[in-house]
């Protein structure tokens, strides 16, 4: 993992999330969700090709209850794009790479 | 394994890597044909890389595994075994076939999402391991909540439901299974069947009906998918008396059944009239040179040993067939 993939928690989410120059791409994963891990390589790869332009942001879910609820996650992995501390996109399901560059393509 | 470049020339094309595909690329890695196996790419449905299984928790009936084993664990063991004797897997989902002539041409998913415009791999022969997929419902609402209270996946999802009212649909096996697991999270879960009785094995028959948590809405079928931003009803019918009624939930699973994943082969293997591929004298299909395992050519059995079994049998075809003097390559 390389710098621009960070741990988020309920605590430090805000701090983060708003805080961050760049795109933070939040993946809400669990250790017990298969499609989850797939995703997760995945996530490295695109964050270490998009150097300076682009942060993932981990969020364990099963630790981090009060921000899962707060953007109403209900199915993992759950893929939300924040830009200027805003969700801009959301994605629901684990997908391919170019399926995932292509929904945040617009913001990098 | 990488999501790099496929680009190439195998002896052994596999597509697919649940049970039948990596059993093939077991075989043909062990019979040093160095198998490419084109493993697809990640999703939330039955249609990924691994297969059904990764969307499986406990797999108590795979021979040796006493204890049982969980299902993603298996499939990773499956992958790691064919890896170790040399098969080369790539996560890529295969876009477009031409059987019509050898060697074989394929179409993969490049790294922007659009299709080659060449196809970027070759092979002399093909083996078909693309599995089914699980059926959706198809009613009004059930694509829009997918994801907020409609879920594919019982295993990613049921934490979502802790202490809540929920569905599942179908009456076979994995209905079964998904409604047991999701027990340890739901307070309740219906199981919603459009018969009056259970098409599942005994013993997860009797693992229902011993489950408190667990309760029947027989000869009924889900008509409507309700909710704003998410789930929260379903308009059903009872299949006697065609009288419709609302049930509040907070979340439904479907589990009635599967599709194999043919699309590919249309019009270039034949297919039987429920859309799976037509295999004879073990696992050949209508086009030389192509096998055909696992649950796309298998719509009885449909088990992770079945189509190991048959990924085995593909494989040792495809081995004999390249061994014929009249397709080996100079």
């Avoid at chain 2, 790419?41 to 249609?47: K, L, M, Q, Y």
């Avoid at chain 2, 098409?199 to 028959?205: E, L, V, W, Y």
């Avoid at chain 2, 004879?280 to 192509?290: A, E, I, L, W």
Wanted: aromatic letters at 6%; glycine letters at 10%.
């Amino acid at each position: 993992m390389s710098d621009s993939v960070i741990t988020l928690s309920d605590s430090d989410f805000d701090l983060h999330v708003k805080s961050s120059e760049v795109p933070i791409l939040v993946d809400f994963w669990a250790e017990w969700c298969g499609p989850c891990k797939m995703v997760a390589p995945i996530l490295d790869e695109i964050a270490a090709e998009h150097p300076g332009k682009l942060t993932i942001g981990k969020l364990d879910i099963d630790h981090n209850l009060d921000t899962t609820r707060r953007f109403e996650v209900m199915s993992i992995p759950t893929l939300i794009l924040f830009v200027d501390g805003e969700p801009k996109v959301r994605v629901v399901g684990a997908r391919g790479k170019a399926q995932l560059l292509q929904e945040i393509q617009a913001y990098l | 394994m990488g999501t790099t470049d496929a680009g190439r020339h195998a002896q052994v094309v596999v597509v697919g890597s649940g049970p039948a595909g990596l059993t093939a690329a077991i075989y043909s890695a062990r019979a040093n044909l160095r198998p490419l196996v084109l493993a697809g790419e990640p999703s939330s449905t039955s249609d990924q890389p691994g297969g059904q299984l990764m969307l499986t928790t406990e797999v108590e009936n795979f021979p040796g595994f006493v204890d049982g084993i969980l299902g993603p664990e298996l499939m990773q063991r499956f992958e790691e075994q064919a890896a170790r004797f040399g098969a080369d897997i790539v996560r890529r989902r295969v876009t477009r076939v031409d059987l019509s002539e050898r060697p074989f041409r394929l179409w993969t998913s490049d790294s922007a999402g659009q299709e080659e415009s060449v196809p970027d791999v070759s092979a002399d022969c093909l083996i078909v391991a693309t599995g089914a997929r699980s059926l959706m419902l198809g009613v009004p609402g059930e694509d829009r909540l997918l994801g907020h209270g409609v879920s594919t996946c019982a295993t990613c999802d049921g934490f979502f439901f802790r202490g809540q009212e929920i569905a599942v649909v179908g009456g076979g096996d994995s209905a079964i299974e998904e409604a047991v697991f999701l027990t340890r999270f739901a307070s309740k879960v219906t199981i919603i069947h459009r018969r009056k009785e259970l098409r599942a094995s005994k013993i997860m028959q009797d693992r229902a009906f011993a489950n408190e948590r667990i309760d029947f809405r027989w000869n009924t079928v889900v008509v409507e998918v309700l909710g704003a931003s998410k789930l929260e009803a379903l308009r059903v019918r009872d299949t006697t008396s065609g009288e419709e009624s609302l049930m509040e939930l907070a979340g439904l699973f479907v589990a009635i059944g599967h599709e194999p994943n043919t699309a590919l082969f249309q019009g270039q293997l034949e297919l039987a009239a429920n859309g799976y591929l037509v295999t004879h004298g073990g696992s050949s299909t209508s086009v030389d040179g192509v096998f055909a395992c696992g649950d796309v050519q298998d719509h009885v059995y449909r088990q992770a040993i079945t189509a190991a079994g048959s990924g085995c049998m593909a494989a040792i075809d495809a081995e004999r067939w390249l061994e014929s003097s009249k397709h080996r390559r100079p």
